[in-house]
């Protein structure tokens, strides 16, 4: 298993403003995933993060508005950049150690309002 | 393309009954399949999955989940609901033909209430 620690659990923004999100997990893991997340409804995958690497961006997002940082096997941030009021949401910490078929886990989320 | 149905947006029953949380999917191969849960203003919380072998899968607070492969199928089951158990369900498949990347591919979610 892995615990997340994912800081901080909520923000209210200013608009134009960055936010920037930190994940720290217990244990080494190669591959961290960040989420966003209307309340109440699906995840939607930002991106993955290796490191040593270039993060992975899914389609709609892009490294400008969403830098990802990833120092060590244990820690990783996530920056929301020059915000508005359609990035409010919660954002998400992931990771899958081990072998392919474990289970991924969860940081409690980062609930970001931008007013 | 690849996709994780839950049909049901919502699912109400009452304490003590059997609840079924549904699940379909569109993933080539021997995908693996997870469920999670959410409570309010919490993050996700592995229940159980399946990798392979038998089809009814046991995983946390009594809940338990059978793999259906000719109907592509992964319903949450539990013999008799709580209303500890209202929350947020949701289902992912993992495509294993898609290397080490590990991405999940999630279903929008089914609310679960259950009545006192």
């Known amino acids: 298993s892995a615990v997340i620690s994912q800081k901080p659990s909520r923000d209210i923004c200013q608009r134009g403003t960055s936010l920037t999100i930190q994940c720290q997990v217990d244990?080494?893991?190669?591959?961290m995933f960040w989420y966003r997340q209307q309340p109440g409804q699906s995840l939607t995958l930002i991106a993955t993060a290796n490191q040593g690497s270039e993060a992975t961006y899914e389609s709609g997002f892009v490294i400008d508005k969403f830098p990802i940082s990833r120092p060590n096997l244990t820690f990783s941030t996530l920056t929301v950049s020059n915000m508005s009021p359609e990035d409010s949401s919660i954002y998400l910490c992931s990771v899958a150690p081990g072998v392919g078929d474990t289970e991924a886990f969860f940081g409690q989320g980062t609930r970001l309002t931008v007013v | 393309a690849q996709s994780v149905a839950q049909p049901e947006d919502q699912v109400n029953v009452a304490e003590g009954n059997p609840l079924t949380v549904k699940c379909t999917y569109s993933v080539s191969g021997n995908p693996y399949l997870f469920w999670y849960v959410q409570y309010p203003n919490r993050g996700l919380q592995f229940l159980l999955k399946?990798?392979?072998?038998d089809n009814l899968v046991k995983g946390s607070y009594g809940f338990e989940a059978e793999f259906n492969k000719s109907q592509t199928s992964f319903h949450l089951k539990k013999p008799s609901a709580l209303v500890s158990d209202s929350a947020l369900y949701f289902c992912a498949v993992r495509d294993v033909r898609a290397g080490n990347n590990r991405k999940l591919i999630w279903g929008l979610g089914t609310s679960l209430a259950v009545n006192p």
């Open positions: 244990s080494q893991v190669t591959m």
């Open positions: 399946y990798i392979t072998g």
